[in-house]
């Protein structure tokens, strides 16, 4: 049984969140405030963390920053901030995800039972899959049902950056200057565009990716 850890200190929210998520059988704690959740992480080891940024005591970035700090868990920040840089500098601080209040409840489970199937420290899946495709990032080879795809180089170095993280959000930003370089960081069209080519290769329906997903504005993720 997954052990999550809600921080929030909305009573209404906190209850909410309990009843839904003992329902489906996962071992819930709460904390209130940055403090009294840094302590309870600390002590119990929670399998993934619910994290509001508007706490009492301490700034929410502080919290995430601290929890990242000493632990690979997964963390999904919940938030009334809704701009996009507010996600990046939640994401770029050891975010898995950020979902925005008010959010509907099935998108936040969905959200949860992704983060807890990657691998702890992003250690990439052995044989991850996109559709009808097993991709061997050792080998750099990708098989379909009517054999080998190929992808550039470039189209490589994105994907291979995705599936390092299976279920975690990585922003644009992050991807264009790994990929192209610092100086490129604002060309978030050359993403869009490559994803595209991806989707085309790999996805079942490109329309309706499974396996690759875009955050509008923020960024990018492989659901195993």
Do not use: C
């Not at 992480?41 to 929410?60: F, Q, R």
């Not at 979902?99 to 990439?124: D, Y």
Request: charged letters at 25%; proline letters at 8%; aromatic letters at 4%.
């Amino acid at each position: 049984m997954s052990e999550i850890l809600i921080v929030d200190d909305e009573p209404a929210l906190l209850r909410t969140l309990r009843i839904n998520l003992s329902a489906r059988h996962y071992a819930v704690r709460t904390a209130a405030s940055g403090g009294e959740a840094l302590d309870r992480a600390a002590h119990t080891s929670p399998d993934a963390v619910l994290l509001d940024l508007g706490l009492p005591d301490l700034d929410g970035m502080d919290v995430l920053r601290g929890l990242r700090s000493h632990s690979a868990m997964p963390i999904i920040v919940l938030s009334g901030r809704s701009g996009a840089a507010d996600k990046v500098d939640a994401l770029d601080a050891g975010a898995d995800d950020y979902l925005t209040k008010p959010f509907q409840m099935e998108e936040l489970l969905a959200r949860l039972r992704a983060v807890l199937r990657r691998p702890l420290g992003g250690v990439p899946l052995l044989q991850p899959v996109i559709g009808d495709h097993t991709v061997d990032l050792a080998a750099t080879t990708v098989t379909g049902p009517a054999g080998p795809v190929r992808l550039t180089p470039t189209e490589w170095r994105i994907l291979a950056l995705l599936l390092a993280n299976p279920g975690r959000l990585v922003p644009g930003k992050q991807i264009l200057r790994e990929v192209w370089g610092p100086a490129q960081e604002g060309r978030g069209n050359y993403l869009r565009v490559y994803l595209a080519g991806l989707r085309r290769k790999l996805e079942r329906d490109p329309a309706r990716p499974r396996h690759l997903i875009t955050e509008p504005g923020i960024g990018y993720r492989y659901e195993p």
